[in-house]
């Protein structure tokens, strides 16, 4: 069956970095969009960062632009998320996920929307990231 299964996270200080992993099973990620959400506590989950399969398409919400890149080994059928100059509002259990496309290439606007409305089947266990010194 489709399994996501995420590593890495934990505890850093401010300024610090952390990549996570998502390791894919039951389904080969070539034709997915994949993704990276946070939910903070009293929040709702957010779209962090988005790829398509074939990575010509590419989403980062706003506040991780320029911090955090997401990538993908198909080879591997894995997926990362690395996070650079984490700050304390990075605070989150961090979850990947995976939907199946026509294509692998779906284009800017369909890898955005599907990443801001979160519209994935598959989701990862979720993992704790926490910033603070």
């Known amino acids: 069956q489709v399994q996501l299964v995420q590593s890495g996270g934990g505890l850093v200080q401010p300024g610090g970095s952390l990549r996570l992993s998502c390791a894919a099973s039951?389904?080969?990620?070539?034709?997915?969009?994949i993704g990276w959400f946070r939910q903070a506590p009293g929040k709702e989950r957010e779209g962090v960062s988005c790829i398509s399969g074939g990575g010509g398409s590419t989403y980062y919400t706003e506040s991780v632009k320029g911090r955090f890149t997401i990538s993908r080994d198909n080879a591997k059928n894995t997926m990362y998320l690395q996070m650079n100059s984490l700050k304390p509002e990075d605070t989150a259990v961090y979850y990947c996920?995976?939907?199946?496309?026509?294509?692998?290439?779906?284009?800017?606007?369909?890898?955005?929307?599907?990443?801001?409305?979160?519209?994935?089947?598959?989701w990862g266990q979720g993992t704790q990231v926490t910033v603070s010194s």
């Open positions: 996920a995976a939907e199946p496309t026509a294509a692998a290439e779906v284009g800017d606007i369909i890898v955005q929307a599907m990443c801001v409305f979160r519209d994935f089947g598959s």
């Open positions: 039951g389904f080969t990620l070539d034709y997915y969009v």
